[in-house]
């Protein structure tokens, strides 16, 4: 059974191999990264445990039985009782449900664990797959998303209740 984790410095070899092996994959849906984001991945993975670290955010993977990254599921923004959701799914557990489920468990962990009432997520209008995701899990349409929070794509933002 995958088990959600927050995000730790021992995941960050295990995390570069996941963004490496889908990469593609992801590029068809969301802007790709870009090689720098590779060149620098340690650089990055450390701030990233500093924002953790801070509060700012809450980092998470989705590990498989076998240690494999299955997924990120990102709370970014934390601030009054509200944060955006972010992730990412592997391209060979994705439309088996993993992403929903995972979304919903975050859900309640928001809540539970960080007193978080409300989680917002921007789409791009060609990403059909997340808005699925989303909408199974509880967020409903809420109002266009500035190109500039979809690295130039347009979109809709997305919100869910958590007190729901």
């Known amino acids: 059974m995958p088990e ?11 995390v570069l191999e996941f963004e490496l092996a889908n990469r593609a994959w992801f590029a068809a849906s969301v802007p790709d990264r870009g090689d720098a ?11 990233l445990l500093a924002e953790q670290e801070a509060g700012v955010c809450a980092f998470h993977v989705l590990l498989a ?6 997924g990120r599921f990102n709370l970014i923004d934390i601030e009054d009782g509200s944060a955006q ?3 990412r799914i592997a391209q060979h557990v994705a439309g088996h449900g993993v992403a929903t489920a995972t979304v919903r ?10 007193g978080l009432r409300t989680l917002r997520a921007a789409v791009a209008h060609h990403n059909a797959a997340s808005r699925k995701v989303l909408g199974k899990a509880g967020f409903v349409p ?21 007190s729901l």
Do not use: I, M, N
Request: negative net charge; aromatic residues 12%; hydrophobic residues 35%.
């Open 4 to 14: 959600l984790q927050l995000l730790r410095a021992e995941h960050a070899t295990k």
């Open 37 to 47: 984001f590779f060149d620098r991945f340690t650089d990055r993975y450390d701030a």
């Open 65 to 70: 039985e076998d240690g494999s990254v299955l």
């Open 85 to 87: 959701l972010g992730y």
């Open 105 to 114: 468990q975050l859900c309640r962990s928001a809540a539970d664990r960080y």
């Open 142 to 162: 809420v109002g266009p998303a500035d190109p500039a929070d979809l690295s130039g794509e347009p979109g809709t933002w997305y919100e869910r209740d958590l």
